[in-house]
């Protein structure tokens, strides 16, 4: 077997008024099994006592892979992402980590796997997560969604090995390990990944697609370019759950409770928040129709703006920002001969 030497992976923690759970997310990151890696936390001007939480913890742990910037004023989430990108050094690929959510220590080490395939190169990989609340007890095994098929039968068998064995004496859950991988190299409106924590990122996809106006994600990032991603350059779903996503009653999205069944993670409308990001993706696509066609090649970005405007025109009632111009002109290249259709 030959080896090869892993590449670094640059860990961006973004923080807005989550002091009860920032610490246990800066060491969640800083304990990976993957060693080669620098960590950026950027608090979003909170309100809170981030900072000193923040401070107090880097002081303790004295690693020097870590690095704290705090800004000024209130970014929003692509904002506070952006500014720790920019403080990266040579990273090849990117994680971010939500403040209040808790990666597992092989998270690095599985996604990096994943990206490293030998089968097909991809832009990002995202996996499945536990759900936990306030006191990082555990409330789900799984986000109901993920990978779920689309006949999903309402009666069949659990299968044992989706089951987590006890240990009594430490009071914990253990789950056992699930090598499965899905590979999406395509896209489609029914298609779903999970939540910012779930993902990494090859940095020079994020070059290509990272929103340059911050209040196109202030919130919703995730979707944002997990969408983007498998549309332009598929995206790999890792089954096992690698972190434990947090409701802990403040979340800025998952405002509802876990009931069971197909549960609904919050009370927003998300047919209309979709919609919204989904149009400045197609914006920011027609946009940087030059650079992704330089990336990619002209067939693929004009499939992939198809695919999207597609989704887009069956609310005909939406009223769309983006370049009518821009726009036939990358769906006339889909008509070409030798150029598939969808």
């Known amino acids: 077997m030959r080896s090869a030497k892993l590449p670094r992976v640059g860990i961006v923690i973004a923080n807005h008024n989550n002091a009860a759970y920032v610490a246990e997310a800066i060491g969640s990151a800083a304990y990976q099994t993957v060693r080669?890696?620098?960590?950026?936390?950027?608090?979003?001007?909170?309100?809170?006592?981030s900072d000193e939480v923040i401070r107090e913890t880097l002081t303790q742990m004295?690693?020097?892979?870590?690095?704290?910037?705090?800004?000024?004023?209130?970014?929003?989430q692509a904002g506070a992402i952006r500014h720790g990108?920019?403080?990266?050094?040579?990273?090849?690929?990117?994680?971010f980590l939500d403040s209040d959510d808790v990666w597992h220590d092989n998270f690095i080490e599985r996604h990096l796997a994943a990206h490293l395939?030998?089968?097909?190169?991809?832009?990002?990989?995202?996996?499945?997560?536990?759900?936990?609340?306030?006191?990082?007890?555990?409330?789900?095994?799984?986000?109901w969604w993920f990978e779920r098929p689309p006949?999903?039968?309402?009666?069949r068998l659990v299968i044992s090995d989706t089951v987590p064995a006890f240990d009594a004496a430490k009071a914990s859950a253990n789950y056992p390990p699930n090598p499965a991988m899905t590979l999406h190299a395509e896209w489609s409106p029914s298609w779903s990944s999970n939540s910012?924590?779930?993902?990494?990122?090859?940095?020079?996809?994020?070059?290509?697609?990272?929103?340059?106006?911050?209040?196109y994600a202030r919130l919703y990032l995730d979707f944002y370019l997990s969408?983007?991603?498998?549309?332009?350059?598929?995206?790999i779903a890792i089954h096992e759950a690698l972190y434990s996503y947090r409701m802990h009653g403040k979340n800025k999205h998952s405002n509802a409770e876990v009931l069971g069944g197909t549960f609904q993670t919050s009370s927003k409308d998300w047919g209309t928040i979709s919609q919204d990001i989904m149009e400045k993706i197609l914006t920011v696509m027609l946009e940087r129709e030059a650079a992704l066609t330089r990336a990619i090649g002209a067939d693929h970005y004009a499939r992939g703006v198809l695919q999207l405007n597609k989704a887009l025109a069956k609310d005909r009632r939406r009223?769309?920002?983006?370049?009518?111009?821009?726009?036939a002109k990358a769906i006339a290249r889909t008509l070409r001969p030798g150029v598939r259709q969808y």
Request: aromatic residues 12%; negative net charge; contains cysteine.
């Open 151 to 155: 006949a999903d039968a309402p009666h």
């Open 319 to 327: 009223i769309f920002s983006f370049s009518w111009d821009s726009l």
């Open 85 to 95: 990108i920019d403080a990266l050094g040579s990273s090849e690929f990117v994680c």
């Open 36 to 49: 080669n890696l620098e960590i950026v936390i950027v608090d979003d001007a909170s309100t809170d006592n």
């Open 117 to 143: 395939n030998a089968d097909f190169p991809v832009g990002f990989t995202y996996c499945d997560c536990h759900f936990i609340n306030a006191e990082s007890e555990l409330l789900a095994g799984t986000a």
């Open 227 to 235: 969408t983007f991603c498998v549309l332009m350059f598929g995206g």
């Open 62 to 76: 004295a690693d020097a892979r870590l690095r704290y910037i705090r800004l000024d004023a209130n970014y929003g």
């Open 196 to 215: 910012t924590a779930s993902m990494m990122f090859r940095r020079s996809v994020l070059k290509l697609i990272m929103p340059s106006v911050d209040e």
